[in-house]
């Protein structure tokens, strides 16, 4: 028997030391980029869910259409200098977004799901709807009938091979060619208001903003057809559009049904705070720990140490991407992690009280106790389970399933910890002379 | 007999009766306000630079258009400020609106949630719930067929497990009223978890009440279920105490984002340890007596 202890404390410090390597180095940053995962709450960032109108479709167009929608946001987000965006699709007409870092502005966060970059609008009469209005005045969408239908004028029928170019005077310009469709309703569109009527240009519900802060409405001198150009324009804003021009179209609306946008500094408070709340949390158990069970207490404080050392190489090799949530359930597991050795410990001393020898107890106390941590920790099982699935079945997922992980791998550790780390420590020290003295272990027993 | 517990077995009834009876009361007066998870709407954190108090928000955002939102303080010059959905237009003005009044600000946290995903969520925590519940339903017909009475120690527990949900929820809406707190999806994951755990602590206490029965000693059944309370009192107390730690370290050292969250599990365990200790073994005592006093009655 003391041998086979023997070997159990041997495997079981390999482990620890296998968790430890896994673990550190910390300097590189316990959690963070190169540590464990951080969700979006904890290092900030942008959580968006689209859904697709997909009314407009064949049923056998859909599925194709959700992937071009795809495709483009990755178009339109790569530009933008996002480290590791995730861009995926979820369920038939549903698109997850999410940006790490909150390094885009609201401006280009609203741009992301815009059918069209830019639209095109003319003048309104004073009895018409305006859809914007500026201070050039109030303007409609400019309209032309294509195929007996009437159609808007967007940068949706723009080719996507948009250019930047100077012209003889050293003006930039952004070069652009229509399609077919667009040939022809430019074509309407320019012939009716040329040649001293304007035309306005809109990003989204704003007019767009020359480098000098006016609106961009040129007079249309003449007919339009195949390709124009728009001046005006400042640099950064005439790459960001010419980029996203040619990013390509959305073949479908796209809605926001959910966005969750966290700054970066708030998530790393939560991260330092977390850690804050965890250490004191422990160092505050441990302390009653020793208080209470005396040097049981300080094996199970060396349990803890081992349990919190191979939860975090979990949470590394699963790899388990944590939220503030999850730290909540990891830190609360701590205190529960307790609870095997807690019912242990009392087995012991009930063991002592009739009147066994320290090994016998103990033996006795684990066996005895096993029962109860088992059937004890089933239903914190059972709910980590129903969570788990909860947070899988709904957009606003992470807290949820951060939580029901980080529970569930917290007890299921500490269950391993109390029964194999607690154990082996505890009769490795029935062979030293300390064993003799019981008092060490309840410190009441030899006052009765 | 060092502790009679179950002697004062009416007392701790009390004192339960009065805490769920405040909570009901208050359930019936302010209800229990939804959070933008389950009822749409969006949520904005925002911190000022420059001392703002909730009064001057509150009239400030009146004054922008938004009469009656809710205004939550999470910290020093720091709010929680809960809207109806905000287009990215909207959102711009708002934030232009309040730096106008109050100077810089920061919006920490921003949240949308659309009606369709809402009408979702709630749908999905409340199959979850109901899932959980039979779960555990499951978990005590198992774990207590092999007590003597097993459809009273089963239904004891589900008393218990029913008390534990009514405080916390009863808590919520006291606090919901008081100081607009709300019921998210975290409040049900809390909930969850802590019925979880009160119910292994009456199982623990059930467990030895059994153990103690077979032992076969001649004394009458409220002396075993006292000597089984008094058995498993230091460890009950001891396991709630290491996880009370945890949670008062989570509410005092994390603060705002997770405040909600772990007051559920602080009133929970507490409610938990309360019920495994003072209400379901008791119950079981007065059942029995209740049938025996009839046996002998007739």
């Known amino acids: 028997m003391p041998r086979r202890n023997t070997q159990v404390f041997i495997v079981a410090l390999i482990i620890f030391a296998l968790a430890a390597c896994i673990v550190l180095p910390v300097e590189e940053g316990l959690l963070g980029k190169r540590g464990i995962r951080l969700g979006l709450d904890l290092q900030g960032g942008i959580h968006i869910v689209y859904r697709a109108d997909l009314s407009s479709l064949e049923s056998g167009e859909r599925d194709g259409a959700m992937d071009g929608v795809k495709e483009i946001l990755g178009n339109r987000i790569n530009p933008m200098g996002v480290t590791e965006p995730l861009i995926q699709r979820q369920g038939s007409d549903r698109i997850v977004v999410e940006l790490p870092g909150l390094s885009i502005t609201d401006k280009e966060k609203e741009s992301l799901s815009r059918v069209a970059v830019l639209e095109f609008g003319e003048l309104a009469a004073e009895d018409e709807e305006a859809r914007w209005e500026n201070k050039l005045g109030r303007w409609k969408p400019a309209t032309a009938v294509f195929d007996g239908e009437e159609k808007e004028l967007t940068s949706r029928y723009f080719r996507e091979n948009t250019y930047l170019d100077r012209d003889n005077l050293g003006g930039l310009r952004l070069i652009f060619e229509w399609d077919e469709e667009g040939s022809k309703l430019s074509e309407e569109i320019t012939g009716r208001l040329a040649p001293d009527k304007p035309l306005g240009i809109f990003e989204g519900n704003e007019a767009l903003l020359g480098e000098d802060g006016f609106p961009i409405a040129p007079i249309v001198r003449s007919t339009i057809v195949d390709r124009g150009e728009i001046t005006g324009l400042s640099l950064t804003d005439a790459e960001r559009l010419s980029k996203q021009l040619n990013a390509g179209r959305l073949p479908v609306p796209l809605e926001i049904i959910y966005d969750q946008t966290v700054s970066p500094i708030l998530g790393s408070d939560f991260v330092e705070m977390s850690i804050k709340a965890g250490l004191i949390g422990i160092v505050i158990v441990m302390l009653f720990m020793i208080f209470y069970y005396r040097l049981s207490g300080v094996l199970a404080s060396l349990a803890l140490v081992f349990y919190g050392a191979l939860v975090m190489a979990l949470f590394k090799l699963i790899p388990v991407t944590l939220t503030l949530a999850g730290l909540g359930g990891f830190i609360l597991s701590i205190g529960m992690a307790v609870d095997a050795n807690v019912l242990i410990f009392e087995r012991i001393k009930e063991e002592l009280r009739a009147g066994r020898t320290l090994g016998a107890a103990i033996e006795a106390g684990f066996n005895r106790a096993w029962t109860a941590i088992r059937d004890s920790n089933v239903t914190t099982f059972i709910v980590c389970g129903i969570l788990y699935w909860l947070g899988s079945s709904i957009v606003a997922s992470a807290p949820v399933m951060g939580f029901a992980l980080t529970l569930f791998i917290g007890v299921a550790v500490s269950m391993f910890t109390a029964i194999v780390v607690t154990r082996t420590l505890l009769l490795l020290f029935v062979a030293t002379p300390l064993a003799q003295r019981t008092r060490l272990f309840s410190p009441h027993l030899g006052r009765k | ?298």
């Open chain 2, 1 to 298: 007999m060092m502790f009679d517990i179950v002697g004062k077995r009416f007392w701790f009834f009390l004192i339960s009766g009065v805490v769920i009876l405040i909570g009901v009361t208050s359930l019936a007066t302010f209800g229990l306000k939804a959070g933008i998870e389950f009822s749409s709407g969006s949520m904005m954190t925002v911190g000022f630079e420059q001392e703002v108090d909730q009064g001057g928000l509150r009239k400030e955002l009146a004054g922008l258009g938004y009469a009656n939102v809710i205004i939550q303080s999470v910290g020093e010059d720091e709010f929680l400020i809960r809207l109806p959905e905000l287009s990215g237009e909207a959102k711009t003005e708002l934030e232009a609106g309040l730096t106008a009044r109050f100077g810089a600000l920061e919006v920490r946290e921003f949240d949308i949630v659309s009606p369709m995903v809402a009408a979702e969520t709630a749908q999905n925590a409340a199959i979850a719930v109901a899932i959980a519940a039979i779960g555990i339903l499951l978990y005590i017909t198992w774990a207590f067929h092999r007590m003597p009475n097993p459809f009273h120690y089963g239904t004891c527990a589900i008393v218990a497990l029913v008390h534990d949900t009514l405080v916390a929820v009863g808590a919520f809406s006291i606090l919901g009223g008081l100081l607009d707190w709300e019921i998210n999806l975290m409040f049900v994951t809390g909930i969850l978890a802590v019925i979880g755990y009160s119910v292994n602590n009456t199982v623990v206490v059930f467990d030895r009440i059994r153990e103690n029965l077979l032992k076969g000693e001649r004394v009458g059944f409220e002396v075993v279920v006292n000597n089984s309370l008094v058995e498993t009192l230091s460890r009950s107390l001891n396991t709630s105490l290491t996880t009370l730690f945890m949670v008062l370290a989570l509410l005092l050292f994390v603060g705002a984002s997770i405040q909600n969250f772990a007051v559920v599990l602080l009133i929970g365990i507490i409610a938990g340890t309360y019920s495994s200790l003072c209400i379901a073994p008791q119950l079981l005592v007065v059942w029995k007596k209740g049938r025996r006093g009839k046996a002998e009655g007739r």
